[in-house]
């Protein structure tokens, strides 16, 4: 953590979290991830505190964000924006290509080395290869072949995952979020790990926002600031409250 970012009031900023990666540690299988026990409360929190401006910005589907953030229902971006739950809690669905061709086209791979995982989600395919790091040219090469065949997606290389999505980014779902009460005139702040959430960093830093990105690790990124861990990000908003609620009761 940065002596830059020990002062951030997040309950007073409009504050957009990816999840995977940022608030929670990567695992082999997505399904395997380990939620922390206080991330439950840490969020309840700033939700509470900041009237709502708080919303997960997430390749995952909202119903995968639910149930590991149960009983908390955010308002949310899943996959990458192609639906979103708006703070009062319309689903807004944005149109998507169909992955049923594309699917077809990768089956062969995944035949040949099980160790690949696909995941399937509405309108994007993520091809894992987090038991089998030496495929990973061989899958680029694969989902590059097949989405010449097969218009409406965009290609993202993530971590230990290639991933066909459609041509929708977390900066236009945290754009959107910002037109939008409770978030419309907060400054807003983007906390994301990989390629995905560079999108997000980059609207939340615009000129015209005057806000920030926060990169989680390693590796290039645009975000102003950086934190090493999603451990150091809980610790982060552990500090936010905590300084805002030692300034309520000197007050």
């Known amino acids: 953590m940065t002596e830059q970012t020990r002062h951030y009031?997040?309950?007073?900023?409009?504050?957009?979290?990816?999840?995977d990666?940022?608030?929670?540690?990567?695992a082999?299988?997505?399904?395997?991830?380990?939620?922390?026990p206080e991330l439950i409360t840490?969020?309840?929190?700033?939700?509470?505190?900041s009237?709502?401006?708080l919303a997960i910005v997430s390749g995952r589907p909202l119903d995968q964000l639910d149930f590991f953030l149960a009983p908390l229902r955010l308002p949310a971006a899943g996959v990458h924006g192609a639906e979103r739950r708006t703070?009062?809690?319309?689903?807004?669905?944005q149109p998507v290509p169909d992955v049923h061709h594309l699917r077809e086209r990768l089956l062969p791979l995944l035949n040949a080395h099980p160790d690949l995982q696909l995941e399937i989600k509405r309108g994007a395919l993520a091809l894992h290869y987090r038991h089998a790091p030496h495929l990973e040219q061989r899958c680029i090469d694969t989902m590059?072949?097949?989405?010449?065949?097969?218009p409406g997606f965009t290609?993202?290389?993530?971590?230990?995952?290639?991933?066909?999505?459609?041509?929708?980014?977390?900066?236009d779902a945290v754009a959107a979020f910002l037109r939008e009460a409770p978030f419309r005139g907060r400054r807003p702040v983007f906390i994301g790990d990989d390629v995905t959430d560079e999108a997000g960093f980059a609207v939340a830093q615009a000129e015209a926002m005057h806000g920030l990105g926060i990169k989680v690790g390693t590796g290039p990124s645009q975000a102003i600031h950086r934190v090493a861990d999603p451990a150091a990000v809980l610790g982060l908003l552990r500090q936010a409250l905590d300084a805002r609620a030692q300034a309520a009761s000197a007050g």
Request: aromatic fraction near 4%; charged fraction near 25%; glycine fraction near 8%.
């Open 9 to 19: 009031d997040f309950a007073a900023d409009a504050l957009f979290l990816d999840f």
């Open 21 to 26: 990666g940022t608030l929670v540690e990567l």
């Open 28 to 36: 082999p299988q997505p399904e395997e991830i380990v939620v922390p």
């Open 42 to 49: 840490l969020l309840q929190r700033i939700q509470q505190e």
């Open 51 to 53: 009237d709502g401006a």
């Open 87 to 93: 703070a009062d809690g319309r689903i807004i669905q």
């Open 144 to 150: 590059m072949d097949a989405l010449k065949h097969e």
């Open 155 to 171: 290609m993202l290389h993530g971590k230990m995952v290639v991933e066909a999505k459609p041509h929708i980014n977390k900066g």
